[in-house]
């Protein structure tokens, strides 16, 4: 008996730690991204780097910001805000994704380490919401919501 239930335990063990034998798709530019979570993952990864122009490229002329406090950005000031950015490190998980035809819905939480114009960046989750639209040029960002901090 001890000995089925033995093995019972270690199929069990290696079908939960299945999904971790292959390592996570790493996603160093937006050519690398196969979807929502890779497009976020390399969107924070340029402002980490500084890459404003490869930011740029993938921000639509219509590109809009909304902030937690309800400010609405456009392009130009939207990207004059995230050069404001010294990010340190970010962490981001919790993604939901809806594809309608060509635009992404993405929504995840994010956890920062850094400053925003000089000032400290909130140390719990935040939540976000990005619309991403495939177009000629490939995936465009056309907004971008921060929703706030995470509900625990």
Known sequence: MEHRLAVLMLCAIMLLSGCTVWRE??????KDATGGEGLERSFWRQVKAKRWSALEGHLAGNYVLVTPDGGRLDRVAALAR???F????????DFQTELNTET????Y???MRGTLDGQPLPTDPVRMMTVWQKQKAGWMEIAHSVLGPQKK
């Open 25 to 30: 798709h790493q996603v160093s530019d937006f």
């Open 109 to 111: 939480a994010i956890t």
């Open 104 to 107: 992404l819905v993405v929504t």
């Open 86 to 93: 010294q990010l340190d490190e970010c962490t981001l998980g």
């Open 82 to 84: 995230l050069r404001q």
